[in-house]
């Protein structure tokens, strides 16, 4: 198997790829939809576009492959290949939803008991519990706030831990790194992600642990950026869940954040306090 753009291919699509390069023709790889599969999207396949010449004004006839890139028209090639993590050894789709969890080596072992028994944590522990009852398709908004060092950054961790032990693809981010990394990808080249990619695999999570919500940078374009993401995962709430922790009540979130304020209204909103775990 070979690896693209994160993304694992079966060893036959070298040839495709070999022969586009040689030639200087462009290769796209589709976006992947949101599902139990981290590689395909729980598609079973994997779509692979060659361009071949182009722009045009319009799509072309019904014998022509017409390929939509950058909003404009080409023509190319399409081939399709099978995945293989969907098809093959389990062991390798496993290792790839750790690669990309957010979590440290030591933290793939952490368990949501952590908290048991702790007074002011029992809210923050059920609604836990019931989001690890939909494995393999948990579903809905989930808000938990409190408190610094109250041990929602730990709950997310194990949450995210859970799920991909189940083999459910799953990330714990802070509100700020999934900008920086939107940030990275502005005229990305070389190899590294695109914007568009970055947003495709941000909107896949089966399950995202949004920390820290509230710390988005006071600029225009990260308010946006971060509402065009949320709005992604708001839509498709009865697919896949998210879950947001942060420090304000979410009536406090103030005029650049009301929207998530109104969005999270249609989900589970769990205050959490109690001792400093970090004491």
Known sequence: ?????????????????????????????????????????GMKWL?????????????FGIRSVSILHGNQWYLGNRRQFICPLCNGDQRERLELLWRDCGLELHEREWRLNFIAGETGKEGALQAAYLLLEQTPRPTGWTLIHGGYGVGKSGLFKSLVAAFIRAGVS?????????????????GSGGGNESTGEVWARFTSYRFLAIDEVEFVPDADWSYKAMRNLLDHRYD???????????????????????????????????PMSGRDLRQ
Request: proline residues 6%; charged residues 25%; hydrophobic residues 40%.
């Open 236 to 270: 498709a709430r009865m697919r896949s869940a998210t879950a947001f922790a942060m420090n304000s009540k979410p009536e406090e979130l103030g005029e650049r954040l009301a929207y998530l304020d109104s969005r999270l209204r249609d989900g589970q909103r769990v």
């Open 170 to 186: 799953a990330r714990y981010v802070k509100a700020f790194d999934i900008l920086e990394e939107v940030k990275a990808s502005f």
């Open 1 to 41: 198997m070979i690896t693209l753009s994160n993304t694992i291919f079966p060893d036959e699509v070298r040839d495709f790829v070999l022969s586009a390069r040689a030639a200087n023709h462009l290769v796209l790889l589709s976006a992947v939809p949101g599902g139990d599969c981290p590689n395909c999207g």
């Open 47 to 59: 779509s692979l576009d060659e361009i071949i010449s182009g722009p045009q004004p319009d799509a």
